[in-house]
């Protein structure tokens, strides 16, 4: 879409790309959360494993930081649906479109964090914790090179720019797109 087009886009034309903004979020949570419980699932079963004895301080450490971490996620993932389904016949879109965007951010966050500390536990576990911390900080690496620093790389073209804070106000919504 074009600045043109946006600049003569309708209220309900508006109220349409809200609602495929939705659509969007919901179903990257979808593919969020099936990761998320999987790990969750595996993180369960780890202390009644038979070989749980064995663990060292720093594998128990790092099991504690992975299980909390990654059900912390879970719940981050999953407050959108529960934000959408308390607030659905509400008109607010854009309010839920940010709660959701952070709730996503922050559940995806916790999730980097989940991962690399389980990674950190299975390879302290078959290897060595020397190989476990070397791999921990490489994996940290590049979890915030690909999810935080390949996006905000680029130059970001919002369809809303157009929008004037007043705009926004006089359809109902609450908090005004972000301008920077």
């Known amino acids: 879409m074009t600045d ?8 309900d034309e508006l109220r349409e790309k809200k609602d495929q903004e939705l659509i969007e979020l919901l179903n990257e949570i979808r593919v969020a959360l099936s990761g998320a419980s999987v790990l969750f699932a595996f993180l369960l079963v780890v202390p009644f494993n038979a070989r749980w004895d064995e663990t060292t301080r720093s594998m128990r450490s790092a099991y504690v930081v992975a299980f909390l971490t990654t059900l912390l996620a879970v719940v ?3 407050a959108p649906t529960a934000y959408h389904r308390l607030r659905w016949r509400e008109r607010n879109k854009e ?3 940010r709660v959701a965007n952070l ?3 922050a559940g995806m966050s916790l999730f980097a964090i989940a991962l690399t500390a389980a990674a950190y536990l299975v390879i302290d576990s078959v290897v060595n914790t020397m190989y476990a911390l070397v791999v921990t900080v490489l994996l940290s690496a590049f979890f915030l090179f690909l999810w935080v620093a390949v996006p905000l790389k680029a130059p970001y073209d919002r369809w809303d720019d157009h929008v004037e804070v007043d705009e926004m106000h006089d359809r109902g919504d609450e908090e005004s797109p972000h301008r920077g």
Request: hydrophobic share 40%; charged share 25%; glycine share 0%.
């Open 103 to 105: 709730s996503t951010l």
């Open 95 to 97: 309010r839920m479109l």
């Open 76 to 78: 981050s993932l999953m």
């Open 4 to 11: 043109r087009d946006a600049q003569h886009m309708t209220e």
